[in-house]
Antibody, heavy 117, light 115 residues
C-alpha cells in the first residue's frame, strides 16, 4: 500500500527555519517525481516545489524561490523541504504528493506550519 | 502559465447527478487536467485525469459513478447518484513543463454540498 507521512510542522517565528519530512512506503521515491503542495487556512491548493525522479531537476514556485530547498534521501525513502526566512504568508498545511503519469496520485495527510510571533 | 477556473460552490440533491466544471485559459484549451477530492479536514485524493478528447483514467478505488468528459476548454467531473460522502471540495489541477520549467497549477476549488 502506498503511503506518504509528513512531519516537521511547527509554530515558528517570522524569519525562522523548519525542515519538513515526507516518509514514503509502498514505493520507491527514487522512481517517481515528487511535489510539495501547500494549503493556507481556508484557501485553495498552491504548488510549492518539484523534484525529478533522478533528483537532478528541482523547481520552485516564485513565492518560495531562494528560501526553500527540496531534497530527497533514497536510502531513507524520504522527501524533504528545508524552509528558511519564513514569513506569515507561508502559514499553511504542507502536503507531499507523488507525481505519476496519472497526475498527483497519492498525497500525505499534511503537516501544519504556522509562522507567527 | 495555464489558468484554471472553477465556480466556488455547487449543490445537488442526494441521489441526483451533477457536473463540476474546470475551465482552462483559452490558449491552453487542449491541456490535460486532474480532478482531486478533498473531504473536510482531510488531504486531497486523486480522482482522475481528463484529456481534451474526453478520455479519462481514474485513480485506485474511484467508483464508476465518477466520470470525466471535455468540451473545448472545459473539463467536467460528473458525479452520479450523489451520496452524502461526496460532500467535499473538488479541485482541478494541471501539471506542465513549459520552457523546461516544471510546475503545477490548481483551480480555486468547488465546494459541493449534497442536500
Amino acid at each position: 500500500e502506498v503511503q506518504l507521512v509528513e512531519s516537521g510542522g511547527d509554530l515558528v517565528q517570522p524569519g525562522g527555519s523548519l525542515r519538513l519530512s515526507c516518509a514514503a512506503s509502498g514505493f520507491s521515491v527514487s522512481s517517481y517525481e515528487m511535489n510539495w503542495v501547500r494549503q493556507a487556512p481556508g484557501r485553495g491548493l498552491e504548488w510549492v516545489s518539484y523534484i525529478s525522479s533522478s533528483g537532478a531537476t528541482k523547481q520552485y514556485a516564485d513565492s518560495v524561490k531562494g528560501r526553500f530547498t527540496i531534497s530527497r534521501d533514497n536510502a531513507k525513502n524520504s522527501l524533504y523541504l528545508q524552509m528558511n526566512s519564513l514569513r506569515a504568508e507561508d502559514t499553511a498545511i504542507y502536503y507531499c504528493a507523488r507525481l505519476s503519469t496519472r497526475g498527483s496520485d497519492y498525497w500525505g495527510q499534511g503537516t501544519l506550519v504556522t509562522v507567527s510571533s | 502559465l495555464p489558468v484554471l477556473t472553477q465556480p466556488p460552490s455547487a449543490s445537488a440533491l442526494l441521489g441526483a447527478s451533477i457536473n463540476l466544471t474546470c475551465t482552462l485559459s483559452s490558449e491552453h484549451s487542449t491541456y490535460t487536467i486532474e480532478w482531486y477530492q478533498q473531504r473536510p479536514g482531510r488531504s486531497p485524493q486523486y480522482i482522475m485525469k481528463v484529456k481534451s478528447d474526453g478520455s479519462h483514467s481514474k485513480g485506485d478505488g474511484i467508483p464508476d459513478r465518477f466520470m470525466g468528459s471535455s468540451s473545448g476548454a472545459d473539463r467536467y467531473l460528473t458525479l452520479s447518484n450523489l451520496q452524502s460522502d461526496d460532500e467535499a471540495e473538488y479541485h482541478c489541477g494541471e501539471s506542465h513543463t513549459i520552457d523546461g520549467q516544471v510546475g503545477l497549477v490548481f483551480g480555486g476549488g468547488t465546494k459541493l454540498t449534497v442536500l
